[in-house]
């Protein structure tokens, strides 16, 4: 055996792990140095500390609920201690802390069976803007006549790819917009959506960062290749919420993994037949929707801003619990009614499903925050609203809850398809 130096060779790793700028200490091992602080001072400097996640500073924020709404939940958010700040016909603005909002969120739920139920601000200012009506949208001449590329794309869908999605997704203990798991299945779809996307050049995914909390929204653009700067939305909420907050379990199968899932797999065959749209498509995955529609309020309200042109928005949060006699529900209420004739069109044209319609009340999605900003926004849900999944926001939220299976979010996975050929051309 060689005779080697080892206090040389230490000293060469610890200036390799960039241990020390300048001259090295020097170390004599038959002196009975003790190593660990130098040992301990390379390992943090080589290897980056692991993320700690700050959870969102206990501020206040404001929110804005439906009047109706406090009525019936009067007594359990303790509405009654507190006084509206601003108040119109409909709805109220109450100021409350932000760690109240998971809780204020479990009680929509639990009482009113709502998925979201109010609007999340960081400012008095911007939830007084709920207070007014949402303006028209003008909605573009919709018709429906790409019948070849429409088919020829749905013959490439395949319920497989929205079953491997919800997996990956629900595989987290929760994907809370505060805890590390709903920062990490965040960036996770991020990833995976690059991954679907790689090779084309046209298609880019991004993280949205959200200034007040951890968990970042996701966003897939295929630049539209005649009208780049019209816009097509297709969107639903990344995040999971169940009573526990950060340490809770919420594997939010249905509540949203299946929204996203149907989400993806349009991706995924967008990218396997070569389709390129006329209009930019944008597919987004919104953070901290279960807190107050806090994701898509931050986008949609940008975008208004930037004075994006988004031609229409639509939204799928839960989409694979078979709950009624017909297949596909369009939310009627804070939607735009000529692109829900539409669906309904695109629904007959294509499949041979059973529409239904029905109501969910104020701010139950993120359909909502497009709409109070003037965009047409439509919503197709798993049911009637009341007959949805009974064990979204618990720990029963899994895929095991529909068979293992995504035959109902498949049927929305083909209409997402429809829509964005139909609209993007
Ligand atoms: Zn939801």
Redesign the pocket.
């Known amino acids: 055996m060689k005779k080697i130096k080892l206090a040389g060779i230490l000293t060469g790793v610890l200036l390799a792990c960039g241990a020390y700028a300048g001259t090295p200490p020097e170390v004599k091992f038959d002196q009975g140095a003790d190593l660990s602080q130098f040992l301990r001072s390379a390992v943090d400097q080589a290897i980056p500390p692991p993320a700690r996640l700050a959870p969102e500073p206990d501020k206040p924020v404001w929110i804005s609920v439906f009047n109706e709404d406090i009525k019936q939940l009067d007594g359990k958010f303790s509405f009654k201690d507190r006084e509206a700040m601003i108040q119109s016909q409909s709805a109220s603005v109450f100021k409350v802390n932000a760690s109240e909002l998971g809780s204020l969120s479990e009680i929509m739920h639990r009482k009113l069976h709502k998925?979201?139920g109010f609007f999340t601000h960081s400012s008095p200012e911007s939830a007084a803007k709920d207070l007014s009506p949402a303006p028209a949208a003008a909605a573009p001449a919709y018709t429906i006549d790409r019948r070849d590329q429409v088919l020829a794309l749905l013959k490439l869908s395949e319920e497989k790819g929205i079953t491997d999605t919800i997996t990956s997704l629900s595989a987290y203990k929760n994907r809370y917009y505060t805890s590390q798991t709903g920062v990490d299945s965040a960036k996770w779809l991020q990833a995976y959506w690059s991954k679907l996307a790689a090779g084309r050049s046209d298609i880019s995914v991004e993280a949205y960062k959200h200034a007040n909390w951890a968990q970042q929204s996701v966003i897939l653009t295929v630049k539209g290749t005649a009208e780049p700067q019209n816009i097509v939305v297709l969107g639903g909420?990344l995040d999971s919420i169940s009573r526990g907050g950060d340490s809770a379990d919420a594997h939010g199968a249905d509540?949203?993994a299946s929204?996203i899932a149907a989400l993806t797999e349009a991706i995924r065959v967008i990218v396997a037949s070569g389709y390129r749209p006329s209009k930019t498509l944008k597919f987004m995955g919104y953070a901290a929707?279960?807190v107050g529609l806090r994701g898509s309020q931050d986008i949609a309200g940008a975008f208004k801003r930037d004075g994006a042109q988004v031609e229409g928005v639509i939204q799928f949060?839960?989409t694979n619990f078979n709950g009624s006699a017909e297949d596909i529900f369009l939310i009627a209420d804070n939607t735009n009614a000529a692109q829900n004739a539409f669906l309904g069109g695109l629904v007959k044209a294509y499949t041979d499903y059973r529409l239904g319609e029905t109501k969910c009340g104020y701010a139950c999605?993120d359909h909502a925050s497009w709409t109070k900003n003037g965009y047409a926004a439509s919503f197709p849900f798993e049911s009637k609203f009341g007959e949805d999944n009974p064990n979204?926001h618990t720990p029963k939220d899994t895929l095991a809850q529909s068979g293992g299976r995504s035959l109902h979010a498949f049927k929305f996975a083909k209409l997402a398809i429809a829509y964005l050929v139909e609209t993007a051309k």
């Open positions: 998925c979201g909420h509540d949203n929204g929707e279960e949060d839960m999605s979204i």
